[in-house]
DNA sequence: TTAGGGGATAACTG
DNA sequence: GAACAGTTATCCCCTAA
């Protein structure tokens, strides 16, 4: 059976979208940076109103208005925070409010929270964006996405001019359009990606395109209020917003040994939460004293929930994780938006401004029967003589003893099940405690930092500082060098003189190589005025500045000095200071 | 001068 | 416009020796 929906091309479906002819796309081009100060000297767009791209120039700015104003919804790239404001200062003039701002940055990255928003979400070619992006300019995200790409970058000093001659009027329209074109692209895949999702919320969000904008959070909450009936409303008072419900959270085991070879399973209770959600009816409290759940002297729970009928939240949840795991068996794209709903609920349920979900006792009594749930289950484990090595909120390591399978482990955690359910008061089917994967090398360096090979050779590291965007250049650059060796030998042990030459010659050959991104906030942000974040912010500016840590130079620092590249320049490989990109390839070292 | 604790910060795991 | 807790590492600041 050939699906409808494969008859419709992505244009189409696009086009077929109930608000597409409010949104504009557009780009401009400006003679500074500063928001406040700078001129627009080129405007581009494409109107979906019109299905017409166009191209103004500074003294056309009513036609800008008139065009601008013609749209409900304003589709950039950085046009909150730059081509928007450009736009509205003093020079230009162009009346904006009301309109919805779509961003189509801030749709990957909040840059306000400095959190990561939808790019962690955006599966393609089977990884997210947030691992294939080495940053968020429009062209990075372009490449990867496999829009055709124009190279190299337009001289700005270009826009500082009043006139251009024909040839670099040619130029210039030829550099906008291309922008547009491409952010008119990033869009379009948005609107494709995240298409399903208007099923789940109601038609404002819909109107405001909130369905794709917002936090995987917000999303969920306006999921839930839509489908559950409940009233859409955020906490306004502000004492309210700050209160903290208890919660312990979840059981991180330390590693029981640094190094394990053999069998060791990965063992995972799937979608726990969401599980322990509707199978103990968390969000129905009971008034019933005699009927009501309270943990059955097994659980540690404070409140009391209903048992005589699975809550409205509980049922939808229910139905949402059996709708997902359908979705998910055929690949179908439209598991995506339930997933999100499924896991962020619990997060819903401990925020105050998520107000119709909002429960202080909720989130601590989930957490507290999963932690019931994990330390059970390592009990039984070691009872019938299996060493659990390390585990974390849903999940654990066990290592084999010699003579047992997989299948036999499997058996005692379908028995750990049972047992948890026989205590709930509407145990369900689907709940399993099963096999994730299977390693059968293990290095665990520390709470939620591990590495270790798989049953099917691949090497998985988790929490390492080598892995985290602000590992130094150096660091990953020899790291990605080491992976097929890795990967050959099954091995991530290599001699301190092997990778002594390595960092040698890769420092001669670029002294930038020593360097971190650092992503700081506004100086404002930061309570502590004396931290090299805030130092930072208060040179360079808020957000992403490459540093190279050295002894000698740099305005910013106190037990180093972090110079810019350029200052850079005038350094020798003897100033630098390599203790970051050493400690990242501690972990790899005999 | 050094060692080490405490606080702030970023970025991760689940 | 708005998700949670637990954990690591890094760096600054301060105090004790």
Redesign the pocket.
């Known amino acids: 059976m050939v699906k409808s929906k494969s008859f419709i091309t992505d244009n189409e479906r696009v086009l077929a979208h109930p608000y597409i002819h409010d949104c504009i796309v557009y780009d401009i081009e400006t003679d500074g940076l500063d928001v406040d100060t700078a001129n627009c000297k080129f405007f581009g767009a494409y109107s979906y109103k019109y299905q017409k791209y166009y191209i103004m120039h500074q003294d056309e700015k009513e036609q800008i208005q008139k065009i601008m104003g013609e749209h409900r919804i304003h589709v950039g790239f950085n046009n909150k925070w730059f081509d928007g404001p450009i736009l509205e200062n003093h020079n230009n003039n162009i009346d904006l409010t009301y309109k919805i701002?779509f961003d189509c940055l801030a749709v990957l990255y909040?840059m306000e929270?400095?959190?990561?928003?939808r790019e962690s979400l955006i599966e393609f070619n089977g990884k997210t964006l947030a691992e294939q992006l080495d940053n968020r300019k429009l062209k990075t995200i372009a490449e990867v996405l496999g829009f055709p790409v124009s190279k190299g970058d337009i001289d700005y000093r270009i826009f500082k001019q009043d006139s251009w001659t024909p040839g670099e009027l040619n130029e210039i329209y030829k550099y906008l359009f291309l922008d547009v074109d491409i952010t008119r692209r990033l869009f379009e895949f948005y609107l494709t990606y995240f298409d399903n999702f208007r099923e789940y919320v109601d038609d404002d969000n819909i109107k405001?395109l909130?369905y794709i904008?917002?936090?995987?959070?917000?999303f969920s909450?306006s999921a839930f209020c839509h489908m559950a009936k409940l009233p859409f409303e955020?906490?306004d008072d502000p004492l309210k917003k700050l209160v903290?419900?208890e919660?312990?959270?979840?059981?991180?085991l330390?590693p029981q040994v640094k190094y394990a070879e053999g069998t060791m399973v990965y063992f995972d209770f799937s979608s726990?939460y969401p599980f322990i959600y509707f199978q103990c009816n968390l969000f129905s409290h009971g008034s019933n004293g005699d009927t009501d759940w309270n943990g059955d002297n097994f659980f540690d729970v404070k409140g009391n929930y209903k048992t005589d009928k699975r809550g409205k939240v509980e049922s939808l949840l229910r139905d949402i994780y059996y709708k997902r795991a359908a979705y998910k068996k055929v690949k179908d794209p439209r598991q995506l938006a339930l997933k999100i709903m499924m896991?962020?609920l619990?997060?819903?349920s401990?925020?105050p401004?998520?107000k119709s979900l909002f429960d202080p006792l909720t989130?601590g009594d989930c957490?507290s029967i999963g932690r019931k749930h994990i330390s059970y289950a390592k009990e039984v484990f070691e009872d019938h003589g299996i060493k659990v090595i390390y585990g974390?909120?849903?999940?654990c390591f066990i290592q084999l003893p010699e003579g047992m399978s997989v299948a036999d482990a499997q058996l005692i955690a379908d028995q750990i099940v049972k047992d948890l359910q026989s205590h709930m008061p509407f145990p369900d089917e689907g709940f399993k405690f099963k096999v994730d994967e299977v390693f059968h090398k293990l290095w665990l360096?520390?709470?939620?930092?591990y590495a270790g090979f798989d049953d099917h050779q691949q090497l998985t590291?988790?929490?390492l500082?080598i892995?985290?965007?602000?590992a130094s250049l150096l660091g990953q650059l020899i790291f990605k060098q080491l992976k097929p060796l890795m990967l050959s030998r099954q091995d991530i042990k290599f001699d301190r003189h092997f990778i002594e030459t390595i960092i040698d010659a890769e420092i001669h050959k670029d002294l930038t190589l020593v360097g971190r991104?650092?992503?700081?906030?506004k100086p404002g942000?930061?309570?502590?005025v004396?931290?090299?974040?805030?130092?930072i912010a208060q040179h360079f500016g808020e957000g992403l500045h490459l540093l190279i840590?050295n002894k000698t130079l740099g305005a910013?620092?106190?037990?180093?000095k972090y110079a810019t590249v350029d200052e850079c320049k005038s350094l020798t490989v003897s100033d630098l200071i390599l203790?970051?990109t050493w400690?990242?390839l501690e972990p790899f070292i005999k």
């Open positions: 701002v909040d929270r400095h959190r990561p928003n405001k909130n904008r917002s936090s995987a959070g917000s909450y955020f906490e903290k419900p919660n312990h959270g979840g059981f991180v330390a726990l896991n962020s619990y997060g819903i401990g925020s401004i998520f989130p957490t974390d909120t849903d999940s360096f520390g709470k939620k930092n590291v988790k929490g500082p892995i985290k965007g602000d991104v650092y992503n700081v906030r942000d930061y309570k502590s004396s931290s090299l974040h805030c130092q840590p910013v620092g106190r037990s180093k203790d970051k400690n990242e």
